[in-house]
């Protein structure tokens, strides 16, 4: 199963791609969409194009996204919020289901705890997928996502088999 993390961003939009057989994990893909300033309305475009490039190119079975969370820029956020909005819509037109995370969750699934920094979750996501290269610390939060989403998946696929 090929699973699709995203870190929704207005700017940067990081994405990436794992391989899930069994506990085993390969890293596939990553990488960032970026859109530059200027209208709103064009900037999703960018995005919006640029995931489904992603989702075209690397075939994924699942996707999740990282919840968004409040701050004190209720306009940032506003923002950050359409750009959640496009990294739900674009797997799920593909016909994706889509799991959504907390921040927290994520950092707990991949580091152990809930509070990681940025460095930690990078440090997580290099042990668990040897030899990967980076594309940004976008990226690496994608792909954090996208092993919480594994992990997930797994552990529901475990109580689906002892409740059969």
Request: with cysteine.
């Amino acid at each position: 199963m090929r699973v699709l993390g995203i870190d929704p961003g207005l700017r940067n939009m990081g994405w990436g791609v794992i391989a899930v057989d069994g506990p085993r994990l390969t890293h596939i893909a990553n990488g960032v969409i970026r859109s530059e300033a200027g209208d709103l309305g064009a900037r999703l475009v960018t995005l919006y194009r640029g995931l489904c490039a992603v989702i075209a190119a690397h075939a994924p079975d699942a996707a999740a996204v990282e919840q968004t969370f409040v701050n004190k820029d209720a306009t940032g956020t506003l923002k950050l919020g359409q750009a959640r909005g496009i990294a739900m819509l674009a797997p799920a037109e593909a016909g994706l289901a889509v799991g959504e995370y907390a921040p927290n969750a994520v950092k707990k699934a991949v580091v152990g705890v809930g509070h990681a920094q940025k460095g930690q979750i990078e440090h997580m996501v290099r042990f668990q997928l040897p030899g990967i290269v980076l594309a940004g610390p976008d990226a690496a939060d994608a792909l954090a996502i996208a092993i919480c989403h594994a992990h997930h998946l797994q552990g529901r696929a475990l109580r689906i088999k002892v409740v059969a």
